[in-house]
């Protein structure tokens, strides 16, 4: 069996030739490039290296305020929470659901202000995944804010984890370690290498 692809000559006896002959006199022309023109023009070479650069600084490590501090939505104080990407494996969330998976350090957030939480999350989930940790807790509680009719830093945390990169899945804590006052964070693999 011949592997190669049969090469089309202009020969009208050839079936091949005959029928790019007629596409030829209906005016239908060869595609010189297999781009879609977007009508767009293409970005110089500098504004291609510059947003690389920008990707590749926006996901280091080192970043801080990677979490929003705006309004975010409120959760009631008994709610359970839960969060997973989409292609986490069902087993996987099932275990942490159930507390199968245990957990290799905590963050207890009360006693904070709501900035202080913010940044104290931030840095416990960088140095957690420095460290190479799979599964950590975070314990929110459910008190309700000074000045707001719902848990401030449950809701916030709820929104915050979700806007975390390496957060792979987080759900409310079985009551063993908190129940709804708490949530089992899982922590995506850093790449070895």
């Known amino acids: ?37 977007t009508g767009k023009p293409r970005p110089a070479v500098a504004d291609k290296a510059a947003r690389r650069k920008a990707a590749v600084e926006s996901q280091t490590l ?12 409120a959760v009631r104080p ?12 069902w087993r996987t969330l099932s275990q942490l659901k159930r507390g199968k998976t ?5 963050l207890d957030l009360h006693g904070y202000t709501l900035e202080e939480a913010r940044l104290e999350l931030e840095s416990f989930l ?4 420095g460290q190479g940790l799979r599964c950590v807790i975070v314990v929110h509680g459910k008190a309700w804010g000074a000045t707001a009719d719902f848990p401030v830093l449950k809701s916030h945390t709820n929104a915050w984890l979700r806007e975390w990169p390496g957060v792979l ?16 964070v899982l922590l995506r693999r850093a790449a070895r290498g």
């Open 126 to 129: 960088r140095d957690a995944a």
């Open 1 to 37: 069996m011949n592997r190669r692809r049969h090469a089309p000559d202009d020969d009208p006896a050839d079936d091949f030739g005959a029928f790019r002959q007629a596409l030829e006199a209906a005016g239908v022309r060869r595609i010189r490039t297999n781009r879609a023109d």
């Open 169 to 184: 899945a987080f759900c409310s804590a079985t009551d063993v370690d908190g129940g709804t006052g708490a949530v089992y």
């Open 62 to 73: 080192n970043t801080t305020g990677r979490t929003s501090d705006g309004r975010v939505e």
């Open 78 to 89: 008994s709610e359970y929470l839960e969060f997973s990407v989409p292609d986490l494996p």
């Open 102 to 106: 245990g957990w290799q350090a905590g």
